[in-house]
């Protein structure tokens, strides 16, 4: 018997068996672990932005030969990528992702033009990793267009503008992470920003507290003219990506009222976390996006000191292409399972990580939620995208840096307004961390520090 329950345990720990959300076990098929040395050739799955547009920020790789699910509909007995298990694990949520606590909660993602096989190449990947499922006729996947309608939908992605990569990734990751969320698919008729920031205005009229954009583009002296009309929704946590261009930063992530999310590489470690991460770079100009907006103010929960406006990002999750994700796009000819990166990986996490912490504050702006509870990351203190002054804004530290913010997800009590307990925050060499010392300690929203600290 002993020789048993350790086998179960070492199936559990490696993915091979998870537990459902009523705590059965089930047998998911494991991803395939990737060589992260040979991953050398990906392609952007949406070209560059134009003035006036966004371009979605994933990358897919192409040194792995994309795959079909089984014509029988069972599951593949394996997909190349890390699945669901995988980030739970990295990122401390396996057990609030198995809890029925985050049922009912809507997670919006926005996307240009439509992708006519969303459901049903989201019911592939749901199935491949023993996941509920999750379909408009159960009420859990519903799709609209920018203006919340359901019939009129845009046309459907051009083959030379094909946002489907970016609308399956994007669901993917929201199962991946909150498996008993309901999923909103906002599609926009277009990739402009007022297209885009329409279909969010959409996601928060239609109830969603949750909200994830996986693109951007070049700053504008218009954007924060465009944060009033599009992004500033109190009491809704928006998650925008940083960018893939390494150093420099994207509108939306500079939106004082977004929480910019960054980007890092994930490995396995042989240490209490079982994971590593270090900044994503791939070259100098690809790598998880960060510096100092030109436009934007400096929120007032942000503050760093080498940057007088707004400072990308705030968090991050894993962004890497070499240290992929699996996710699964038919449509366009592009050919089932695939492996992608980029910070549009790492935004929709964010936004379901937020699901799982529970629903925002009245009035709150949840990119705040982090700053107050610093302690509760794991801090990415390796790597950096470029050479820069102040060096914090490309280069990982203790604390706050550009590429990773504050860190990335060690649970959920990080992304809630709430009290955190934790051992202490440490400022990085732009003097950002704002983590509090001690337990119970709290940091409101205007600054407000209660409990008692032991340090």
């Known amino acids: 018997m002993a020789g048993i329950a350790s086998s179960i345990a070492g199936l559990l720990a490696g993915g091979a068996i998870a537990l459902n959300s009523a705590g059965?076990?089930?047998?998911?098929?494991?991803?395939v672990h990737l060589d992260a040395a040979a991953a050398q050739h990906y392609r952007e799955a949406c070209p560059p932005a134009s003035p006036g547009h966004y371009s979605c920020n994933a990358l897919v790789r192409t040194d792995l030969?994309?795959?079909?699910?089984?014509?029988?509909?069972?599951?593949?007995?394996?997909?190349?990528?890390?699945?669901?298990?995988?980030?739970?694990?990295?990122?401390?949520?396996?057990?609030?992702?198995?809890?029925?606590?985050?049922?009912?909660?809507?997670?919006?993602?926005?996307?240009?033009?439509?992708?006519?096989?969303?459901?049903?190449?989201?019911?592939?990947?749901?199935?491949?990793?023993?996941?509920?499922?999750?379909?408009?006729?159960?009420?859990?996947?519903?799709?609209v267009g920018q203006n919340g309608q359901t019939s009129q939908l845009p046309a459907p992605a051009p083959a030379n503008n094909d946002?489907?990569?970016?609308?399956?990734?994007?669901v993917d990751m929201v199962s991946a992470i909150c498996p008993n969320c309901r999923i909103l698919l906002v599609e926009a008729n277009s990739a402009s920003d007022t297209d885009l920031g329409t279909a969010v205005n959409a996601a928060v009229q239609l109830g969603a507290k949750y909200v994830s954009n996986s693109y951007g583009g070049p700053e504008s002296p218009r954007e924060t003219t465009e944060d009033t009309q599009y992004y500033n929704h109190p009491g809704v946590a928006i998650t925008a990506s940083s960018g893939d261009s390494g150093f420099g930063v994207e509108y939306p992530a500079a939106s004082?009222?977004?929480?910019?999310?960054?980007?890092?590489?994930?490995?396995?470690?042989?240490?209490?976390?079982?994971?590593?991460?270090?900044?994503?770079?791939?070259?100098?100009?690809?790598?998880?996006?960060?510096?100092?907006?030109?436009?934007?103010?400096?929120?007032?929960?942000q503050?760093?000191?080498?940057?007088?406006?707004?400072?990308?990002?705030?968090?991050?999750?894993?962004?890497?292409?070499a240290t992929g994700v699996a996710s699964y796009d038919t449509f366009n000819g592009n050919g089932g399972w695939n492996v992608e990166g980029g910070t549009s990986v790492a935004a929709p996490i964010i936004a379901a990580v937020y699901a799982l912490a529970g629903t925002p504050a009245v009035g709150a702006i949840p990119a705040a939620y982090p700053y107050a509870h610093a302690a509760a990351l794991n801090d990415v203190t390796s790597g950096a995208t470029a050479s820069c002054s102040p060096g914090y804004l490309c280069t990982a530290g203790l604390g706050y840096d550009g590429p990773t913010g504050l860190g990335t997800p060690n649970g959920t009590s990080a992304f809630t307004g709430g009290g955190a307990t934790g051992t202490g925050g440490t400022g990085g060499a732009g003097g950002a961390g704002t983590g509090a010392s001690g337990r119970e300690v709290t940091i409101s929203n205007t600054g407000l520090i209660s409990g008692t600290p032991t340090s």
């Open 24 to 31: 059965a076990a089930v047998i998911a098929a494991p991803a």
């Open 65 to 143: 030969k994309p795959q079909l699910a089984r014509p029988d509909a069972t599951r593949n007995a394996a997909v190349p990528g890390y699945g669901p298990s995988e980030l739970q694990s990295a990122y401390g949520l396996a057990a609030a992702a198995a809890s029925a606590g985050s049922s009912g909660r809507t997670v919006a993602i926005v996307d240009a033009y439509d992708d006519p096989n969303a459901e049903s190449d989201l019911a592939v990947y749901r199935k491949q990793f023993g996941l509920p499922a999750c379909t408009a006729a159960g009420g859990c996947f519903s799709k």
């Open 163 to 170: 946002w489907t990569g970016e609308e399956s990734l994007d």
């Open 256 to 301: 004082q009222y977004v929480t910019a999310v960054g980007g890092t590489a994930l490995n396995r470690a042989n240490n209490a976390r079982g994971w590593s991460e270090s900044v994503w770079s791939t070259s100098p100009s690809e790598g998880a996006g960060s510096g100092c907006s030109a436009f934007d103010p400096k929120p007032s929960w």
């Open 303 to 321: 503050s760093d000191k080498g940057c007088a406006k707004r400072t990308v990002a705030d968090v991050a999750a894993v962004a890497d292409p």
